[in-house]
């Protein structure tokens, strides 16, 4: 079946850094790809979609490019902010088989200290 | 704006008892609901995705004896935990898609349960 695998948290960055959480996935059809971000005692809020290969998806100074022949779509940000502390998912579902079962990943949570 | 509201935010039961939690799509026309328990342990599990003019597929180890669904129009949906035990705790979160937006699900802030 299909599965998303993500860095392992968590991740403790100062304010001003650079962040790069891993996503790699695994399907035998083509997916649209996600990232979302779950602040404490809230839902997951979506971040930002790609739905086509070796496009580049952006939101909040976040971006991943979905990389069709490696499979992945990496989590960066150039300079991340104490606000940024939360947990963040990557997640894949298939738009063309009608479906819609969304797979997600285990989360990276990730802290920014001042 | 696409807002999905659930509730309640917290409840506790006894084990052994039942609870429902109710999802509300506010703002959109919730065609697929799928219904997750978050957990330390297992992150993100799928317990069922419910269609409109469907039938509700239920994900392995999850059945509808023990999480019925109710999802009579688009938007509202419901579960319910029959006979709770320990290991149902967790953030039960709902997930409504529609078809405007394409493949996005969007979230509820989810119901926690506790069981005693």
């Known amino acids: 079946g299909d599965s998303v695998t993500q860095t392992e948290g968590p991740v403790t960055l100062s304010e001003g850094t650079s962040l790069t959480v891993n996503c790699s996935y695994e399907t035998k059809q083509y997916p649209t790809l996600f990232w979302y971000v779950q602040y404490p005692g809230e839902g997951p809020q979506l971040l930002f979609k790609v739905p086509k290969a070796n496009e580049k998806g952006s939101n909040r100074g976040f971006e991943a490019t979905y990389n069709k022949e490696a499979t992945s779509f990496h989590l960066q940000k150039a300079s991340v902010q104490e606000s940024d502390s939360a947990v963040y998912y990557c997640?894949?579902?298939?738009?063309?088989?009608?479906?819609?079962?969304?797979?997600f990943g285990a989360g990276t949570r990730l802290k920014v200290i001042a | 704006g696409a807002l999905v509201y659930q509730y309640p935010r917290r409840t506790i039961c006894k084990s052994g008892t039942s609870m429902r939690m109710e999802c509300q799509a506010v703002?959109?026309?919730?065609?697929?609901v799928a219904w997750y328990r978050q957990s330390p342990q297992k992150t993100f599990e799928l317990i069922a995705l419910s269609t409109v003019n469907s039938a509700i597929k239920y994900e392995q180890n999850f059945t509808q004896e023990k999480f019925p669904i109710s999802h009579p129009n688009l938007s509202f949906s419901s579960m319910t935990v029959l006979n709770a035990y320990l290991e149902d705790r967790g953030l039960y979160l709902c997930?409504?898609?529609?078809?405007?937006?394409?493949?996005?699900?969007?979230f509820g802030s989810g119901t926690r349960l506790t069981v005693l």
């Open positions: 703002g959109f026309q919730a065609t697929s």
């Open positions: 997930g409504a898609r529609w078809t405007g937006g394409l493949e996005t699900l969007y």
């Open positions: 997640a894949l579902t298939h738009v063309n088989t009608g479906n819609y079962k969304y797979v």
